[in-house]
């Protein structure tokens, strides 16, 4: 069975950090490109961040400059190291697979920038 | 650019609806793999289509993908009052970018 479970969101001040991690199972972590999505209080979906399987990486410019997306595949782990946090960073950040689109979603982590 | 869903839509029970994705500037092609989600208050999105067209392992055979004249079609028959949920579609614009439309608020009554 397909499984991704996020973790590492939390509360943090404005200018902080948070490292986020996503850990996969059920399937050959990889082969596949990776992806962070997120979706702020009331808000739709928005795309942060990709990572290919042969590690090309992209950016939403919402947070070029100041998150870091990477992967260990001996750990099949997707990671999303967020640095610089503002208010508008609030959101769920969902870790999600994709082929052609993004196929299979975690479940979340909620992140909050507060002071 | 921005990409375009109606931000809200209604079918009665049994009934066809069809949701359309768009692009503020040009038109939507199969190179920009339109996918499909449908997302219930307080859960994950769920993937319906992907690659335009795909179905999603597991999804009803009532939802499918098209291109419609230029936009990106998704077309809900013999719709269930457990079809209530919010859909959106994103697009891949190319250089990696994906772009996520607005949302479509689907009522069933």
């Known amino acids: 069975e397909v499984q991704l479970v996020e973790s590492g969101g939390g509360l943090v001040k404005p200018g902080g950090s948070l490292r986020l991690s996503c850990a996969a199972s059920g399937f050959t972590f990889s082969s596949y490109n990776m992806n962070w999505v997120r979706q702020a209080p009331g808000k739709g979906l928005e795309w942060v961040s990709s990572i290919t399987n042969d590690n090309y990486i992209y950016y939403a410019d919402s947070v070029k400059g100041r998150f870091t997306i990477s992967r260990d595949n001996t750990k099949n782990s997707l990671y999303l190291q967020m640095n610089s946090l503002r208010a508008e960073d609030t959101a769920v950040y969902y870790c999600a697979r994709s082929e052609g689109g993004f196929t299979f979603w975690g479940q979340g982590t909620p992140v909050t920038v507060s002071s | ?109």
């Not at chain 2, 029970?13 to 920009?32: D, F, I, R, Y």
């Not at chain 2, 989600?37 to 319906?48: D, E, K, V």
């Not at chain 2, 013999?78 to 994906?98: F, N, V």
């Open chain 2, 1 to 109: 650019t921005v990409v375009t869903q109606e931000p809200s839509f209604s079918v009665s029970p049994g009934g066809t609806v069809t949701l359309t994705c768009g692009l503020s500037s040009g038109s939507v092609s199969t190179t920009n793999y339109p996918t499909w989600y449908h997302q219930t208050p307080g859960q994950a999105p769920r993937t319906l289509i992907y690659s335009t067209s795909a179905r999603s392992s597991g999804v009803p055979d009532r939802f499918s993908g098209s291109i419609l004249g230029n936009k990106a079609a998704l077309t809900i028959t013999g719709a269930q009052a457990d079809d209530e949920s919010d859909y959106y579609c994103a697009l891949h614009m190319g250089s990696g970018i994906w772009v996520f439309g607005g949302g479509t608020k689907l009522t069933v009554l």
